[in-house]
């Protein structure tokens, strides 16, 4: 048995975004574009980052509402041939999004986010590991780190989170020696 992992295979795909999308889009970045001049006016530009981070987080998430159908789709080609997947997302009302929809779709799976209480998620993690539910949707400070989801060899990332070693942990979930 093999002691070294093999290279990650990473995919990145253009996702087409509906005018409504787009129109959102539009009026979000105008409105970080606002407040980042406004935090310039300032001497030294000393105003609060929540003027600025509050209108970017805002751009971050309109841009992963307009991935969730693509996701979704994604997910659901995968799953006909996989046995499972896990999806990761940054933001909660984006991760109950996708499984709704995934839902929908007949593929019951689970959902971990914050909100979710600590004594259910080691039974969310066993149903999946042991096959039960096909998809395991999560945000990445509920499901990132210390989870065991090896049974899934696909990883979605709706979003990108602030780190770079945040994603590395995401797709280490999946990720273990001799799998």
Not at 136 to 155: E, R
């Amino acid at each position: 048995m093999s002691k070294e992992l093999p290279p990650r295979r990473r995919e990145f795909k253009t996702v087409p975004v509906c005018p409504l999308q787009q129109q959102r889009y539009n009026i979000a970045l105008k409105d970080l574009a606002r407040a980042y001049t406004s935090s310039q006016g300032d001497i030294g530009g000393s105003r609060d980052s929540e003027d600025i981070l509050t209108p970017f987080n805002k751009l971050r998430q309109i841009s992963s509402f307009a991935k969730v159908d693509v996701a979704v789709s994604m997910a659901n080609t995968i799953l006909a041939e996989e046995s499972s997947i896990v999806i990761f997302t940054s933001f909660v009302e984006v991760a109950k999004q996708i499984h709704r929809k995934l839902e929908d779709m007949d593929w019951a799976g689970e959902l971990l986010t914050g909100e979710t209480v600590a004594k259910k998620r080691q039974a969310m993690v066993d149903n999946f590991q042991s096959g039960l539910s096909p998809a395991f949707v999560c945000t990445y400070g509920a499901g990132g780190v210390g989870l065991t989801l090896t049974a899934a060899c696909t990883v979605i990332l709706v979003d990108r989170p602030w780190t770079p070693g945040d994603v590395n942990q995401a797709e280490d979930r999946v990720r273990r020696i001799g799998q």
